[in-house]
Nanobody
Framework: QVQLVESGGGLVQAGGSLRLSCAAS????????MAWFRQAPGAEREFVAV????????YYSDSVEGRFTISRDIAKNTVYLQMNSLKPEDTAVYYC???????????????????WGQGTQVTVSS
């Protein structure tokens, strides 16, 4: 079992930055792919970024590519999402997810992940 707890959300003006954290317990993150998803009000959950356990390869959605960076600190068993140049359309609840078996295209599919955090709200004002 893996328990995930997100933190770092808040209210920020457009153009600002936030860093989200996802602290894991129960298993070491080195053998899990870690992803961030988000869900805005009235919208479906969407993929944001993932760090694959295979070689630490990262993938991003087109909407955040170049602005967001996913990283991990194995010693702290924590994954981060650095979000820069934030836009009002980035407003959503952000969720951390973990899975040990996903590869390739499966990494972008939320329903495929076994473990989820409770989410943290990010609000970007214009």
């Amino acid at each position: 079992q893996v328990q995930l707890v997100e933190s770092g959300g808040g209210l920020v003006q457009a153009g600002g930055s936030l860093r989200l954290s996802c602290a894991a317990s129960g298993r070491t993150l080195s053998s899990y792919s870690m992803a961030w998803f988000r869900q805005a009000p009235g919208a479906e959950r969407e993929f944001v970024a993932v760090l694959s356990w295979r070689g630490g390869i990262t993938y991003y959605s087109d909407s955040v590519e170049g602005r967001f960076t996913i990283s991990r600190d194995i010693a702290k068993n924590t994954v981060y999402l650095q979000m820069n140049s934030l836009k009002p359309e980035d407003t959503a609840v952000y969720y951390c997810a973990a899975d040990s078996a996903l590869v390739g295209a499966g990494l972008r599919i939320g329903n495929a992940y076994d473990y989820w955090g409770q989410g943290t709200q990010v609000t970007v004002s214009s």
